[in-house]
């Protein structure tokens, strides 16, 4: 089993894992799901960390964007020239 992870992020117990798309869809979130799932399989040391996911991105259409949330995933989006985040109440902690 292999995965590419974007961007990985670390603070004490916890670990953030982004995944990075130009322009995001649904699917990239499936993917998302995959890499989550299987992060702590492939870094054993990681394995009592809280884990957080992430999908970053310069558009996100609002259908994705609800999906993301609602799988419990923060959402990073450009607006104007500014970078803007969002999570939701029920952020996934794996």
Same mark, same amino acid.
């Given at each position: 089993?292999?995965?590419?992870?974007?961007?990985?992020? /670390?603070?004490?117990? %916890?670990?953030?894992?982004?995944?990075?798309?130009?322009? %995001?869809?649904?699917?990239?979130?499936?993917? #998302?799901?995959?890499?989550?799932?299987?992060?702590?399989?492939?870094? #054993?040391?990681?394995?009592?960390?809280?884990?957080?996911? %992430?999908?970053?991105?310069?558009?996100?259409?609002?259908?994705?964007? &609800?999906? %993301?949330?609602? &799988?419990?995933?923060?959402?990073?989006? &450009?607006?104007?020239?500014?970078?803007? /985040?969002?999570?939701?109440?029920?952020? /996934?902690?794996?």
């Amino acid at each position: 089993m292999e995965e590419e992870y974007d961007i990985i992020m /670390t603070n004490g117990d %916890a670990i953030g894992i982004v995944e990075v798309k130009y322009k %995001a869809h649904e699917n990239d979130l499936d993917k #998302l799901d995959r890499k989550m799932q299987n992060f702590k399989k492939l870094f #054993l040391i990681y394995q009592n960390f809280k884990q957080y996911g %992430a999908i970053a991105s310069f558009h996100i259409n609002d259908e994705a964007k &609800r999906e %993301a949330l609602k &799988r419990g995933y923060f959402v990073l989006q &450009r607006s104007g020239d500014l970078v803007h /985040t969002e999570s939701s109440d029920n952020l /996934t902690v794996l």
